[in-house]
């Protein structure tokens, strides 16, 4: 205590007796135990008179715990009745004018009356004596204080090694519980109650209670301790090698300016003219990449989102010049044929440019394979003059494909729909979603709902990545779906889109697409020059008919190119300057013909009727084989066809016995026979109502024993009552049948409707025959001239025949 001068030291004190007056200094905080030594500051007037009195009459002075240490002017009754009695060892005055007190406690009294009040407290008193047991409960009880204040005292830091020993040399069990709970952090009211208890076992016990339980607190407190410090041990190490690796770099010229990175990042932030919230978002997350450590790993999926962040078009949209003369120009200068198709997308433009800020309408192309619908979409983007940028969508299984994943991922990132968008670099390009139809749905979610809220112009205004975690404006951008087929979309992502159909080409079609585009591209491709090579209309004509099938130009193009690299290769050995392919060496090229007309010699013997199909790559010639066999009237189906088509196969069979007579059959022939049905290519799985006739016309031929005229085909879903029941397909079907040297098709009335959509050269090698009945398609195939449609019996056979029909009916019902 500095600058401190003492006014007195007094001596020794007068010992008290039995009903003595002394002096009594209120305690707010501080409950002194007997032989310790404290230093007292004396605040109030009464405790500064009672000091005062105790030095001058040579007196011990009382010291008492007030109750409620907020107490400022305590009373007698504020006091507890049990305290210390002290000798003041010192009584000092400090230069800034307080008081202070240096008390020894001696022993415990009680007070039994208070004298007064004023000037100071003063009350008679009765010293209280301790029993002093000694005995072995005494003993182990202090053994084990000792041994646990050794302990604790090695818990806690800068401990003088004079306590521990002090501690250890005390013989007094009572003195040493007093000097322990003297030294512990407990609260004031502890330590009064162990003033108050006489009993020194029961004193030790609670002592040991105290104590233990400060034992246990600082034990856990150095645990804690020693965790953070190996903790923060590990990190001060990890930056100073940090450090040293920096400066390193720094004297290899190999280091970079991270604080020039984050300006340059703050500076594209600014700069990306984000929305206000998404801005605001990526400043904080640039605050928290400032205050992380570069060696984090959390630096790393900050530093890759907010790049994301910048990166993305936020605000950058392409001017569209929509000029829909030009438009056509483009459509028709990539494209040959698809009229409609064509006509529609310059409606597609021609709102658009009255309606810039409209939504725009989602258009799906579908169509097989090879027709040109990834094209359409790259003509599209050309004629409004903006980026064009594909996703291909097959196979997709996880919806993370479309939304992306979530930054708590090790190596997340945003969707193919973001990603697009990035790479385009701009908010309203061009987006193709190639193979919309082959989305699978897995147990990572569904793709093809994830597409839902980007394809519905009510919802794509605020699109939300999951990588991202902001809203995205895709309303702007022009979407485009492509599928082959229609039936695997979900109705609900259907719904979202404007479905335009692109059917196969006919071959008039195919040889006008390979003299423009094809030949030319694969001339480029295989380096050889206009004037190098030819390939006459001859030989792309025979390639379209006995080399390919099908409904695009995709094989045309390989078989083209198959024909220019054997060019290439004679000239690259010198043996000529120029080939010129005609009709003639297309077999020597590519070998035998892959693909015949064969209906004539399918169709040459009763029982095989020519149907119709349509596939995902265009439509396609069947034939439906007919066989009767002993038996007991079973119905044999093969050739791998779906429920639909056995059913159909079924009505047939349940239509020509029904109608027996009438078809001029007999109807004893299936009493003993099985029918069996079979429909070739058996490897190729079949479905559908529309070979309903082909099936009773090969039944009704096998039965009557007449083949069908080599040169018809035929299609529609047929009825018990015998009507014929439209289909679809009909443009792909004409095509197929027009390319197979099919004459006559034998149509469902009802499918007059599609009439226009078939094309003029279709339509110029086919004779078309629209039939309501089957008896009419009967006629037609058999070559009959009606006679077997007429649905009275003339001639005496005839009458014959109907009256064997009635017996049979008969004996069929008994």
């Known amino acids: 205590m500095a600058d401190i001068h003492i006014d007195s030291t007094p001596g020794g004190s007068a010992p008290v007796e039995p009903g003595d007056v002394i002096p009594i200094i209120a305690m707010r905080n501080v409950a002194l135990l007997p032989g310790i030594v404290v230093p007292i500051t004396l605040g109030r007037e009464e405790s500064l008179n009672a000091a005062q009195e105790a030095v001058r009459s040579g007196r011990k002075v009382g010291l008492l715990l007030q109750h409620d240490a907020a107490i400022e002017k305590p009373t007698a009754h504020d006091l507890n009745q049990v305290g210390v009695l002290a000798t003041v060892v010192r009584y000092v005055t400090a230069p800034d004018g307080t008081h202070h007190l240096v008390a020894q406690g001696e022993g415990r009294f009680r007070v039994t009356e208070f004298a007064h009040e004023k000037p100071y407290f003063a009350a008679r008193v009765e010293t209280l004596a301790e029993t002093n047991n000694t005995g072995p409960q005494i003993e182990a009880r202090a053994e084990v204080l000792k041994q646990r204040a050794i302990e604790a005292l090695s818990l806690l830091p800068q401990v003088p090694a004079e306590l521990a020993r002090t501690i250890q040399s005390i013989e007094s069990p009572s003195r040493l519980a007093d000097l322990i709970v003297s030294f512990m952090d407990v609260k004031p009211q502890d330590k009064q109650e162990m003033l108050e208890t006489l009993d020194l076992q029961e004193r030790l016990d609670k002592v040991l209670k105290l104590l233990s339980n400060r034992l246990e607190v600082l034990k856990i407190s150095r645990d804690i301790s020693e ?276 059917t196969g080409y006919t071959e008039e079609e195919k040889l006008q697409i390979a003299r423009r585009y094809l030949v030319q591209r694969q001339m480029k491709a295989n380096g050889l020059q206009p004037a190098q090579a030819e390939v006459t209309d001859a030989a792309l004509q025979r390639l379209i008919h006995e080399y390919t099938r099908e409904a695009g130009c995709r094989n045309l193009e390989r078989e083209i190119g198959a024909l220019l690299r054997h060019a290439a290769m004679r000239i690259a050995e010198g043996k000529v300057t120029t080939v010129r392919i005609d009709e003639a060496d297309v077999p020597e090229i590519l070998g035998p013909t892959r693909f015949e007309n064969d209906v004539a010699q399918r169709t040459s013997v009763p029982g095989v009727a020519t149907g119709l199909a349509w596939t995902p790559v265009g439509g396609d010639i069947l034939f439906v084989e007919s066989a009767r066999l002993p038996g007991n009237g079973k119905l044999i189906l093969t050739g791998q066809l779906g429920d639909v088509m056995k059913e159909s196969a079924q009505a047939a069979l349940s239509l020509v016995k029904a109608q027996a007579v009438e078809f001029g059959i007999d109807p004893t022939q299936f009493d003993h026979s099985d029918i069996h049905v079979h429909v070739p290519a058996g490897a190729i799985p079949k479905d559908g109502p529309s070979a309903g006739v082909a099936m009773f016309i090969s039944l009704a031929s096998l039965l009557r024993g007449k083949a069908v005229r080599p040169d018809v085909a035929m299609t529609g879903e047929i009825s018990l009552r015998g009507l014929v029941l439209p289909v679809g397909g009909i443009k792909e079907k004409m095509i197929a049948a027009a390319r197979a040297g099919i004459h006559k098709v034998i149509l469902p009335a009802r499918n007059r409707r599609d009439l226009d959509d078939i094309p003029q050269s279709a339509k110029a090698l086919l004779e078309f025959v629209w039939v309501e009945h089957v008896s009419e398609a009967l006629a037609v195939a058999l070559g009959t001239g009606g006679g077997a449609a007429e649905k009275t019996a003339t001639s005496k056979d005839d009458r014959e025949r109907q009256k064997e029909a009635d017996e049979h009916r008969e004996r069929s019902v008994a």
């Open 227 to 502: 965790q953070t410090q190996n903790a923060l041990g590990e990190r001060q190490r990890e930056a100073v090698l940090r450090e040293q690796l920096r400066q390193l770099q720094k004297e290899l010229g190999e280091t970079e300016d991270s604080e020039g990175d984050l300006a340059e990042l703050q500076k594209s932030i600014e700069q990306a003219a984000m929305p206000a919230e998404v801005a605001e978002h990526a400043r904080k997350e640039l605050k928290r990449l400032q205050r992380m450590n570069e060696a984090s790993p959390e630096h790393g999926m900050v530093r890759t989102y907010l790049d994301w962040l910048v990166a993305l078009p936020w605000a950058k949209a392409d001017v569209e010049d929509i000029d829909i003369e030009r438009a056509r120009r483009i459509l028709d200068e990539d494209h040959y044929g698809l009229d409609k198709v064509k006509r529609r997308i310059l409606e597609y433009l021609a709102v658009r440019k009255l309606n810039p800020q409209g939504r725009s309408p989602i258009l799906c192309f579908v169509g097989p394979p090879g027709v040109g619908k990834t094209s359409l979409g790259q003509s599209i983007a050309r004629a409004l003059g903006l980026k064009f940028q594909r996703a291909s969508l097959g196979g997709v299984h996880d919806e993370a494909e479309i939304r992306g994943h979530r930054r708590t991922y090790i190596g997340a990132l945003p969707g193919n729909i973001i990603q697009g968008l990035r790479k385009a670099g701009t908010r309203n390009p061009v987006f193709m979603l190639d193979e919309i139809d082959k989305l699978n749905a897995s147990y990572q979610g569904d793709p093809a709902s994830a597409l839902l809220e980007v394809l519905d112009p009510e919802q794509n205004a605020t699109f939300r990545d999951n990588y991202i975690a902001q809203p995205f404006d895709l309303s702007r951008v022009l979407f485009i779906a492509t599928a082959n087929v229609l039936e695997t979309i979900p109705g609900p992502l259907r719904d979202r889109m404007e479905i335009i159909q692109l």
